[in-house]
Structures are given as structure tokens and as C-alpha cells.
């Protein structure tokens, strides 16, 4: 995750889920919603390493496309970003989702190097959001669909990155659902749409690496964050 040095700004009160999506909702009945799915890293910068020696970037991209398959499944138009590897700028990737109505950008979790040594303690998925994002309150509406999804599919929530020592602090946006507000993150508040940030898995972690190549474990992450995405934009319950 890239950042920058500007301060934080006080947190925003969110509204309802059911308020939140309801624009999009409308949108989605009218046949005109697209989802740009991000693919994070590039070829210049592969991401974490897994336990195994594998790039970040290759997990992502695998998902991606995987995700890019569910959302199509539900008529839900899809733009993937930085699938080739060639997307350097991070600003880049949220400018060229523009006319987009959410941003959900792909990614695999590592944890601090000086817990290397212990990187099989941790394991589960995290999603992020900024309050500096002019919709706050759909991106942490979708954050929460997506979390409860991959819960409904037997995935556990990490708790590690809001934990001073462990993690970076980052405060719980929705705990129940694996929810934090990381407002300086760059995808997050360069987007002029609604904006998501997954952590699948964490890969440093063996076991957990294992299952994040399982194409069954990835087909299941999958079809949660695309049945997470669609139960906000239409406030129905379409998890298969």
C-alpha cells in the first residue's frame, strides 16, 4: 500500500447501508452500472513475496480475473485496471476508472518485516477504505457487503492492522467485518468513486499461501467479493 504525507482528517459519521447504495441501486436497475477492478502491483513492483517465493502480483491478477468472471455473471459491467502489469502511477489506475461506480482494487497481505519470523501466526482478510474519498459512506457500505460475504463463505477477518504494535493502527471501520479506514491510501482517496482496497489472504503465512493458490479457495473468495459487491449496489441478498 502506498500513501502520502498529508494528515489525516477527523472521522466522518457514516450513513446506512441502505442509503448509501441507494444511487447505485437505481443505476443498477437501469443497466448501467461497471465496476473497475484493479489489479495491484505491477511488473516493476511485484508486491509482498509470498512464503514460497511467489509475487503478490500474481495472486492478484489470478483473482482478478476470477472476480471479473462473478460480476459478469450478475450483468455487472467490468473494467479491469493494471492486468498487464504496466500501471506505475496509482493515481493512474483511479483516473482510468473514471465513470466507474465503485473501485475494487486486488491485493494480498504480508505483515511487518521484523514479524517475518512469525508470519504463520497471522492469517485472514482485511479491506480498506478513506474517509478522504468523496464517498465515503458507499465504500464502506461495499467494504461491509464484501466482508460479510467472504464470512458467509467461512473466511475470517484478520485483526492485526488495527493493532498498534502488530499492524499500523489502523482503526476498525466495521470490526465485525474486517473493515479499517486507511485514509491516505492512495486508491482509496484519489477515486471519485466509491473505493475498496481486498486483502485475500495473507501469503507470507505457508498454509494460508496454500490455499490462496487452490483454485477452489480462490473460486469461493471470488464469488463472495462479487456477490459482497452486488448485495450493496442492489440491497438484495444474491449470495449463491
Same mark, same amino acid.
Given at each position: 500500500?502506498?500513501?502520502?504525507?498529508?494528515?489525516?482528517?477527523?472521522?466522518?459519521?457514516?450513513?446506512?447501508?441502505?442509503?448509501?447504495?441507494?444511487?447505485?441501486?437505481?443505476?443498477?436497475?437501469?443497466?448501467?452500472?461497471?465496476?473497475?477492478?484493479?489489479?495491484?502491483?505491477?511488473?516493476?513492483?511485484?508486491?509482498?513475496?509470498?512464503?514460497?517465493?511467489?509475487?503478490?502480483?500474481?495472486?492478484?491478477?489470478?483473482?482478478?480475473?476470477?472476480?471479473?468472471?462473478?460480476?459478469?455473471?450478475?450483468?455487472?459491467?467490468?473494467?479491469?485496471?493494471?492486468?498487464?502489469?504496466?500501471?506505475?502511477?496509482?493515481?493512474?489506475?483511479?483516473?482510468?476508472?473514471?465513470?466507474?461506480?465503485?473501485?475494487?482494487?486486488?491485493?494480498?497481505?504480508?505483515?511487518?518485516?521484523?514479524?517475518?519470523?512469525?508470519?504463520?501466526?497471522?492469517?485472514?482478510?482485511?479491506?480498506?477504505?478513506?474517509? #478522504? $474519498?468523496?464517498? /465515503?459512506? *458507499? &465504500?464502506?457500505?461495499? +467494504? !461491509?457487503?464484501?466482508?460479510? %460475504?467472504?464470512?458467509?463463505?467461512?473466511?475470517?477477518?484478520?485483526?492485526?492492522?488495527?493493532?498498534?504494535?502488530?499492524?499500523?493502527?489502523?482503526?476498525?471501520?466495521?470490526?465485525?467485518?474486517?473493515?479499517?479506514?486507511? #485514509? $491516505?491510501?492512495? /486508491?482509496? *482517496? &484519489?477515486?471519485?468513486? +466509491? !473505493?475498496?482496497?481486498?486483502? %485475500?489472504?495473507?501469503?507470507?503465512?505457508?498454509?494460508?499461501?496454500?490455499?490462496?493458490?487452490?483454485?477452489?479457495?480462490?473460486?469461493?473468495?471470488?464469488?463472495?467479493?462479487?456477490?459482497?459487491?452486488?448485495?450493496?449496489?442492489?440491497?438484495?441478498? /444474491?449470495? *449463491?
Amino acid at each position: 500500500m502506498n500513501v502520502s504525507q498529508e494528515p489525516e482528517p477527523v472521522q466522518a459519521r457514516p450513513q446506512s447501508i441502505a442509503t448509501a447504495c441507494a444511487g447505485m441501486t437505481i443505476a443498477l436497475a437501469a443497466g448501467a452500472v461497471e465496476v473497475a477492478v484493479d489489479v495491484g502491483h505491477y511488473a516493476a513492483a511485484l508486491g509482498v513475496i509470498s512464503a514460497s517465493g511467489v509475487p503478490e502480483f500474481e495472486f492478484n491478477r489470478a483473482l482478478a480475473f476470477e472476480i471479473k468472471k462473478e460480476l459478469e455473471q450478475f450483468q455487472i459491467k467490468v473494467r479491469l485496471i493494471g492486468e498487464r502489469g504496466d500501471y506505475a502511477m496509482l493515481h493512474h489506475r483511479t483516473r482510468d476508472a473514471q465513470g466507474a461506480d465503485l473501485f475494487v482494487s486486488i491485493h494480498h497481505d504480508s505483515v511487518k518485516q521484523r514479524l517475518l519470523p512469525r508470519a504463520d501466526e497471522f492469517s485472514g482478510f482485511s479491506l480498506f477504505i478513506s474517509r #478522504d $474519498n468523496p464517498h /465515503v459512506d *458507499r &465504500s464502506l457500505a461495499c +467494504a !461491509s457487503s464484501i466482508g460479510k %460475504a467472504l464470512r458467509g463463505k467461512d473466511f475470517k477477518a484478520s485483526r492485526y492492522h488495527a493493532d498498534a504494535e502488530l499492524g499500523e493502527s489502523r482503526p476498525f471501520a466495521d470490526e465485525a467485518n474486517g473493515v479499517h479506514y486507511y #485514509d $491516505n491510501l492512495a /486508491v482509496g *482517496r &484519489s477515486a471519485r468513486m +466509491a !473505493s475498496v482496497l481486498v486483502e %485475500a489472504g495473507v501469503i507470507v503465512n505457508r498454509e494460508e499461501e496454500r490455499r490462496m493458490r487452490d483454485p477452489a479457495v480462490r473460486a469461493r473468495i471470488a464469488a463472495a467479493v462479487a456477490g459482497g459487491v452486488q448485495e450493496c449496489l442492489t440491497r438484495g441478498k /444474491v449470495l *449463491r
